[in-house]
């Protein structure tokens, strides 16, 4: 594995490889890889979302760290042209820093797109910096930034002709419930704090970590999130969680955003 930076503390980071246990395909142009590994007592789970464009480069969207057989996976796929960090991961463990700069590392010409300047990697250079409506990589694909947030934020939308659009998400919107990639310990912490309540939540971490003291911030917040559930999806995944939801997604999320901003009108 290349040299990697070191954190804030001053200390190297321990990287958190990632093992491959399924790839699924959605259509010939985007592949799903359904990744655990061990951190601490917990096993959990990390979905790797990977886009092909039609010139057969790739989009990896909030990249892992992977052992050498899922990496071997990754590439016969196709040669890795872009890699997407949506935002900050709030949930057990957040590489960004590891994982972000060893894909720039590996592939030199590889570049990072990125909502902004992230606490966990503010030094990671953003050659493409998310914007709402831009044209990414993969023709298919429309971003949402979502505004007010303490850490940006970014939301992909991939358009379907066939099986319907899919909302791809990191860490703000989750579909934790009946996950089965996760040991009981996890389970058990993910249950409690308030993940396995519905089909797709937003966690309070994650609302605690993105609020700001300014009057009116979780209007704004909450305002911004709706704007995505405008357009149509019929399918939701997140880069935290378990497999593709595909029953009433976007109503799961509609449900998502008023049960965390039940307060705010």
Avoid at 43 to 65: A, E, H
Avoid at 143 to 149: D, G, H, M, P, R
Avoid at 197 to 218: F, H
Wanted: proline share 5%; net charge positive; charged share 20%.
């Amino acid at each position: 594995m290349t040299s990697l930076p070191k954190n804030s503390s001053g200390k190297d980071p321990k990287p958190l490889q990632y093992a491959t246990k399924a790839i699924k395909s959605v259509g010939e142009d985007c592949f799903v890889f359904h990744c655990v590994a061990r951190f601490e007592t917990y096993k959990i789970n990390r979905n790797m979302i990977v886009l092909k464009s039609p010139d057969g480069n790739l989009t990896v969207i909030n990249p892992i760290l992977l052992t050498e057989s899922g990496e071997k996976s990754l590439l016969k796929l196709g040669k890795i042209q872009n890699i997407v960090r949506l935002g900050t991961s709030v949930n057990f463990y957040d590489g960004a820093v590891v994982e972000d700069a060893y894909y720039l590392s590996k592939f030199p010409k590889c570049q990072r797109w990125a909502p902004g300047k992230l606490a966990s990697c503010p030094s990671l250079p953003i050659h493409q910096k998310l914007q709402h409506g831009m044209t990414m990589p993969h023709p298919d694909c429309r971003c949402f930034v979502i505004q007010s947030t303490a850490q940006p934020e970014a939301v992909l939308l991939l358009q379907r002709e066939t099986g319907g659009n899919m909302l791809i998400t990191g860490d703000c919107l989750q579909h934790q419930m009946d996950n089965s990639f996760v040991n009981t310990p996890a389970y058990v912490h993910l249950k409690v704090s308030g993940y396995m309540k519905n089909r797709v939540v937003i966690s309070k971490k994650w609302l605690e970590a993105m609020q700001t003291p300014e009057e009116d911030n979780a209007k704004a917040i909450r305002s911004s999130m709706e704007v995505m559930t405008k357009t149509k999806f019929h399918r939701f995944i997140s880069t935290s969680g378990n497999v593709m939801l595909k029953v009433e997604a976007r109503q799961g999320v509609v449900d998502a955003i008023e049960k965390a901003f039940v307060a705010v009108a």
